[in-house]
Nanobody, 126 residues
Framework: QVHLVESGGGSVQSGGSLRLSCTVT?????????MAWFRQAPGTDREGVAA???????RHADAVKGRFTISQDNDKTTAYLEMNSLKPEDTAMYYC???????????????????WGRGTQVTVSS
């Protein structure tokens, strides 16, 4: 059974940094999967933050470009989201997601992802 577990969330002041981790177990890595980070604030839709292909190519939402960076370890079992220059509007529950297919142009579509973690809360105060 596939499990995704996020960690690293917390409360920081505006301008601060956090590093989220997502560890995947029970899944055999291939050359086609896509791992992504999504976030959801109360009363809003879940939005794509960043995605990374098996080959390491990345995509970032415009709202976080230049501030957030997605990466993964060499064995593709852990994905990271380095978040710098955090803003109050970054406050949300952050979820890790895994798709058994490559990150397509519409990587930010949550329906493409088969496996999800339970999320880790990020709170940024002004």
């Amino acid at each position: 059974q596939v499990h995704l577990v996020e960690s690293g969330g917390g409360s920081v002041q505006s301008g601060g940094s956090l590093r989220l981790s997502c560890t995947v177990t029970g899944y055999t890595a291939s050359s086609d999967e896509c791992m992504a980070w999504f976030r959801q604030a109360p009363g809003t839709d879940r939005e794509g933050v960043a995605a990374i292909d098996h080959d390491g190519s990345t995509r970032h939402a415009d709202a976080v470009k230049g501030r957030f960076t997605i990466s993964q370890d060499n064995d593709k079992t852990t994905a990271y989201l380095e978040m710098n220059s955090l803003k109050p509007e970054d406050t949300a529950m952050y979820y890790c997601a895994l798709s058994p297919k490559v990150c397509y142009y519409n990587w930010y579509n949550s329906r493409l992802y088969k496996y999800w973690g339970r999320g880790t809360q990020v709170t940024v105060s002004s």
